[in-house]
């Protein structure tokens, strides 16, 4: 099953026009979907957001403890399948972005770590979503602080080898 979907993303990805050469200079591991999706948390509008139900476990503590030190943690994303994570690819070849500036952005489909069920994008309120000021948040510096305790850690530090621009609202968990 694995084979024959990491055969259609191969396809998938010559569609779009990334290189699997890009892939493998920037060591990015293939993301399998994850055996089972639980409800990790579910927003205001009312969309759940998925994650592996160790990482969905891991998040609730986390933002427990985030809420005892006066800190508000939401998500924005998590799990995507890969049709998802094509569309988006796909908005960006529509607006006529370069593959090369895409790639900074956004991770090809099948390498996404939001496929894995593991990864979320945070933010806090009175902060724009997915942008840069979250780094000068309270709720930044806590997760700084506290995040490897509940097995998080930020996927893409400023100057990271994957070659995506810096996302100080993106986490992963690893255990």
């Not at 892939?23 to 957001?49: C, K, N, S, W």
């Not at 094509?86 to 529509?94: L, M, Q, S």
């Not at 593959?99 to 309120?125: C, F, K, Q, W």
């Not at 902060?127 to 979250?134: L, M, P, S, V």
Request: aromatic residues 10%; charged residues 25%; negative net charge.
């Amino acid at each position: 099953m694995q084979d024959s979907n990491q055969e259609r993303i191969h396809l998938e990805l010559a569609r779009l026009g990334i290189p699997m050469s890009w892939i493998i200079d920037h060591g990015l591991p293939f993301h399998p979907m994850p055996d089972e999706l639980v409800v990790a948390e579910t927003d205001a509008q009312g969309r759940d957001y998925l994650l592996i139900p160790d990482a969905a476990q891991a998040w609730k503590r986390m933002k427990d403890a985030a809420v005892q030190d006066d800190i508000a943690l939401e998500i924005v994303s998590s799990f995507r399948t890969i049709e998802r994570q094509i569309e988006i690819i796909e908005n960006k070849i529509a607006r006529n972005m370069p593959m090369d500036v895409i790639l900074t952005l956004s991770a090809p489909p099948g390498y996404s770590e939001h496929h894995s069920g593991r990864a979320i994008d945070i933010n806090t309120p009175g902060c724009r979503a997915t942008e840069d000021e979250f780094a000068d948040t309270p709720a930044y510096r806590w997760l700084e602080q506290h995040a490897a305790d509940f097995g998080f850690t930020l996927s893409y530090p400023r100057n990271n080898t994957q070659g995506f621009i810096y996302e100080p609202w993106h986490w992963c968990y690893q255990r």
